[in-house]
């Protein structure tokens, strides 16, 4: 199973930058897609995921009512849309695949077994 991030770039503040991350490869069911994100010299946190069969949904704080995450299970596509972009949301953007831990889980890193390699967001001040 692959995941390829897409949709990263250089935005001013204040702009909006839509992710998307396709999963490849042999069949799978995921529970849930997450995404995080990393900044230089810091660890990786949490952005948002979403529940594959339920649609449901949670967000960081520091993202929330700016964030959106949906996605398309037939097409194994997860999609976050970034609004109101500001600096501190520079980072490194990683989707991931649950297929085993659970909702409970959601916002923990390992909980994840698959991941993409990351796509870069730059937000200018």
């Known amino acids: 199973v692959q995941l390829v991030e897409s949709g990263g770039g250089l935005v001013q503040a204040g702009g909006s930058l839509r992710l998307s991350c396709a999963a490849s490869?042999?069949?799978?069911?995921?529970?849930?897609v997450g995404w995080f994100r990393q900044a230089p010299g810091k660890e990786r946190e949490f952005v948002a995921a979403?529940?594959?069969?339920?649609?449901?949904?949670d967000y960081a704080d520091s993202v929330k009512g700016r964030f959106t995450i949906s996605r398309d299970n037939a097409k194994n596509t997860g999609y976050l849309e970034m609004n109101n972009l500001k600096s501190e949301d520079t980072a490194t953007y990683y989707c991931?695949?649950?297929?085993?831990?659970?909702?409970?889980?959601?916002?923990?890193?390992?909980?994840?077994?698959?991941w993409g390699q990351g796509t870069q967001v730059t937000v200018s001040s």
């Open positions: 979403i529940m594959s069969d339920s649609g449901d949904t």
């Open positions: 991931a695949a649950d297929v085993s831990s659970g909702w409970g889980s959601r916002r923990v890193v390992h909980a994840y077994a698959y």
């Open positions: 490869g042999r069949a799978f069911s995921w529970i849930a």
